[in-house]
């Protein structure tokens, strides 16, 4: 069993950065591929990024490929999303997940772990 915890998120004005935090406990984090989904109202939670267990392999959606920045640090069991120049279009509930596996995913239907999720809200 895993247990995940997001924080980070908020309100913020378009053109503006937030980091993401997504805390794991309950087993070997570092055997643990991660994922990153957001949630808008009224719409299907969709794939934002992954990055494998051991940090190396990374993939993001092209709406925020070139903005946002995934990253590991196994030794604090923590995945972050850096995100940069933020816009209204990203604002939704970011969800983090985890598999028991190598390499990176990309479909919801692949974690097995989720966290509850961190508000972010970008303002025009």
């Known amino acids: 069993q895993v247990q995940l915890v997001e924080s980070g998120g908020g309100l913020v004005q378009a053109g503006g950065s937030l980091r993401l935090s997504c805390a794991a406990s309950?087993?070997?984090?570092?055997?643990?591929?991660m994922g990153w989904f957001r949630q808008a109202p009224g719409k299907e939670r969709k794939f934002v990024t992954t990055?494998?267990?051991?940090?190396?392999?990374?993939f993001y959606s092209d709406s925020v490929k070139g903005r946002f920045t995934v990253s590991r640090d196994n030794a604090k069991n923590t995945v972050y999303l850096q995100m940069n120049n933020l816009k209204p279009e990203d604002t939704a509930v970011y969800y983090c997940?985890?598999?028991?596996?190598?390499?990176?995913?990309?479909?919801?239907?692949?974690?097995?772990?989720w966290g509850q999720g961190t508000q972010v809200t970008v303002s025009s």
């Open positions: 309950g087993r070997t984090f570092s055997n643990y591929a």
């Open positions: 990055i494998s267990a051991g940090g190396g392999s990374t």
């Open positions: 997940a985890a598999r028991r596996a190598g390499g990176y995913y990309l479909s919801l239907k692949s974690y097995d772990y």
